[in-house]
């Protein structure tokens, strides 16, 4: 598949299903009300197959535990979190998969009412293939005279759309723009993964595990990018799906002063977090805040062994090269995407002998991300290629696949000279 296009995924309209997969909905909350109610509520309204759903609620310290007592048609399971300084959604969010049993991990907060097809829509994904990560929409509404008598009403005769049509309602236009930048993210953009939002999300397992789950920050938004960030690496296919619409319950109300406050206890990490030049525009201080700090890019030099002397060009190469590119040696391979999962926006490789400068791997770097080109060569006067640079997200769509990364994300030469 080229890139993120998931249109060229798109089943027959006329093909036959039979849903098969379990699905684990993750939800974490705290002091709930009765949001918890309206959601277990509409997942009880859902299309999909009832006896293929758990839910897994992860009380993050409620002042009141957490009890369910109303019977539904899919098990319940709630599991109770001490409230420690390490406390937040990410942390909840991971309990919650932990304990669950699910091929397809659903990820909803508490205060989120989904229409009836949101876990149908979903599943779909995943029996095409297990490394799509579908996305839905989310509409910010005052429901605050959304009763359970109501809520019954609207999910039995119709669907929360038509109720809260000619609402006044916030959708998220950021998001909107991104969408149309990227063509609903079948254009393919290193930047892409920042609309990941953990409020509506759908993950296999298996990439919820390659990734190493959430982070656990206790930050609002820094979790969602950063796994996003992530999951994006892993050659995710990051799917929008408008059918999967969710309303989430009360309008936005952060003040601006609340908004600066959360951005400036986000950015002395996201910037270690996350290499992306839309976050790092210079390499963090290794000597000072967080130590998080997750490289730029690893640079293997071929033919150079840890046991020997260090030449004087690796040297300068070490010392030219920002922080944040780390320099290996080529037996170093306990830290390289082809075995393992590494974030970080690209693998470099030198070959045996040849002299490159800081400013041509930064160049390589740059094209990778500006342009999402899977890999670009660095060649001589005779055309041989003395450095190849590689989108991490490429060589790990490749382990998946079997395609080469030319007919998935494209090449681009670069003379070694320029």
Same mark, same amino acid.
């Given at each position: 598949?080229?890139?993120?296009?998931?249109?060229?995924?798109?089943?027959?309209?006329?093909a036959?299903w039979n849903?098969?997969?379990?699905?684990?909905?993750?939800i974490?909350?705290?002091?709930?009300?009765?949001?918890?109610?309206h959601?277990?509520r509409?997942?009880?309204?859902?299309?999909?197959?009832?006896?293929?759903?758990?839910v897994?609620?992860?009380?993050d310290g409620?002042?009141?535990?957490?009890?369910?007592?109303?019977k539904?048609?899919?098990?319940?399971?709630?599991?109770?979190?001490?409230?420690?300084?390490?406390?937040?959604?990410?942390?909840?969010?991971?309990a919650?998969?932990?304990?669950?049993?699910?091929?397809i991990?659903?990820f909803?907060?508490?205060?989120?009412?989904?229409?009836?097809?949101?876990?149908?829509?979903?599943a779909?994904?995943?029996?095409?293939?297990?490394d799509?990560?579908p996305?839905?929409?989310?509409?910010?509404?005052?429901?605050?005279n959304?009763?359970?008598?109501?809520?019954?009403?609207?999910?039995?005769?119709?669907?929360?759309?038509?109720?809260?049509?000619?609402?006044?309602?916030d959708?998220?236009?950021?998001r909107?723009?991104?969408?149309?930048?990227?063509?609903?993210?079948?254009?393919?953009?290193?930047?892409?993964?920042?609309?990941?939002?953990?409020?509506?999300?759908?993950?296999?397992?298996?990439?919820?595990?390659?990734?190493?789950g959430f982070?656990?920050?206790?930050?609002?938004?820094?979790?969602?990018?950063?796994?996003?960030?992530?999951?994006?690496?892993?050659?995710?296919?990051?799917?929008?799906?408008?059918?999967?619409?969710?309303?989430?319950?009360?309008?936005?109300?952060?003040?601006g002063?609340q908004?600066?406050t959360?951005?400036?206890?986000?950015?002395?990490?996201?910037?270690r977090?996350?290499?992306?030049?839309?976050y790092?525009?210079?390499?963090?201080?290794?000597? %000072?805040?967080? @130590?998080? *700090?997750?490289?730029?890019? =690893?640079?293997?030099?071929?033919? $150079?062994?840890?046991? +020997? &002397?260090? %030449?004087?060009? @690796?040297? *300068?190469?070490?010392?030219? =090269?920002?922080?944040?590119?780390? $320099?290996?040696?080529? +037996? &170093?391979?306990?830290v390289?995407?082809?075995?393992?999962?590494?974030?970080?926006?690209?693998?470099?490789?030198v070959?045996?002998?040849?002299?490159?400068?800081a400013?041509?791997?930064?160049?390589m770097?740059?094209?990778?991300?500006?342009?999402?080109?899977?890999?670009?060569?660095?060649?001589?006067?005779?055309?041989?290629?003395?450095?190849?640079?590689?989108?991490?997200?490429?060589?790990?769509?490749?382990?998946?696949?079997?395609?080469?990364?030319?007919?998935?994300?494209?090449?681009?030469?670069l003379?070694?000279?320029?």
């Open positions: 598949m080229e890139g993120n296009n998931w249109r060229a995924l798109l089943p027959e309209d006329d036959q849903p098969s997969k379990l699905v684990s909905i993750c974490p909350c705290r002091n709930p009300s009765d949001n918890l109610s959601i277990l509409g997942i009880s309204f859902q299309s999909y197959p009832q006896e293929l759903i758990e897994i609620i992860a009380d409620s002042a009141d535990p957490v009890r369910i007592t109303e539904y048609p899919f098990q319940v399971k709630v599991i109770r979190l001490e409230r420690t300084l390490d406390f937040g959604a990410g942390r909840a969010r991971n919650a998969a932990q304990s669950s049993h699910g091929e991990l659903v909803l907060d508490s205060d989120v009412i989904p229409e009836r097809q949101v876990v149908e829509a979903y779909r994904w995943f029996e095409l293939r297990d799509v990560v996305m839905g929409l989310i509409n910010f509404v005052a429901a605050d959304f009763t359970d008598t109501i809520f019954e009403e609207v999910f039995k005769g119709g669907s929360p759309s038509s109720y809260f049509q000619g609402q006044e309602i959708e998220q236009i950021w909107e723009y991104v969408f149309e930048r990227t063509d609903e993210l079948t254009i393919e953009d290193s930047g892409a993964f920042r609309i990941v939002v953990g409020a509506t999300l759908a993950i296999s397992r298996q990439q919820f595990d390659e990734v190493g982070r656990e920050l206790g930050l609002r938004g820094i979790e969602d990018t950063e796994i996003g960030f992530r999951l994006h690496l892993n050659g995710a296919i990051l799917i929008v799906d408008r059918l999967a619409r969710h309303w989430h319950r009360g309008t936005r109300n952060i003040s002063k908004r600066e959360i951005m400036q206890a986000r950015e002395q990490y996201i910037t977090l996350i290499p992306h030049s839309r790092r525009d210079t390499p963090p201080d290794q000597f %000072s805040g967080p @130590i998080h *700090t997750v490289p730029r890019a =690893l640079v293997y030099l071929a033919g $150079v062994s840890t046991s +020997d &002397e260090v %030449s004087p060009e @690796i040297q *300068t190469l070490r010392n030219e =090269l920002p922080n944040d590119y780390v $320099v290996l040696c080529e +037996d &170093e391979t306990h390289d995407p082809t075995c393992s999962f590494v974030p970080c926006i690209a693998a470099v490789r070959c045996k002998g040849t002299r490159v400068s400013t041509i791997i930064k160049k770097l740059d094209l990778i991300e500006k342009r999402s080109v899977g890999e670009v060569r660095g060649i001589n006067e005779a055309g041989e290629v003395l450095v190849t640079a590689t989108m991490t997200r490429a060589i790990r769509r490749e382990l998946h696949d079997g395609l080469p990364i030319a007919d998935s994300f494209g090449l681009w030469y003379t070694l000279e320029d």
